[in-house]
């Protein structure tokens, strides 16, 4: 399993290659209702099962799911940690853009400020 820190750039990179194409995406979408099979995961997505495993194998090496077999049947299971190093990394560069616009939006509030709020011009 990758651990992540904040200078990790490859486990984020892994995180979000993976995340970038649309089947896998649906593949975690599926796995946020809980634990499915591969030919579960599978159907859905009109392509081969081959196609399907080498998804699945991005997906497991950015540790965004663990697999595991039983018999014949491999599971797969969504591991949230990666969604959420993800997660915070990106929180942590739009925080200071929004904190940013709502200075902005203080000062434009201020009653001297140089460009009051417009009002509307309507009948007098």
Do not use: N, Y
């Not at 990790?8 to 896998?24: E, T």
């Not at 599926?30 to 392509?47: D, F, I, Q, T, W």
């Not at 077999?69 to 997660?87: D, I, N, Q, W, Y």
């Amino acid at each position: 399993m990758l651990k992540f820190s904040e200078d990790d750039g490859d486990g984020l990179d892994a995180v979000f290659h993976a995340l970038s194409d649309p089947r896998r995406r649906a593949i975690i979408t599926r796995l946020c209702e809980g634990p499915a099979s591969v030919s579960v995961l599978a159907a859905p997505l009109g392509v081969s099962l081959p196609a399907v495993v080498q998804h699945l194998a991005v997906l497991e090496d950015a540790s965004l799911i663990t697999t595991s077999k039983v018999g014949r049947v491999r599971t797969c299971t969504l591991a949230p940690t990666a969604l959420r190093f993800a997660e915070s990394w990106l929180s942590a560069r739009r925080l200071p853009q929004e904190r940013q616009l709502d200075r902005l939006e203080a000062f434009l509030a201020l009653p001297d400020s140089p460009h009051p709020p417009t009002r509307k011009e309507g009948p007098s």
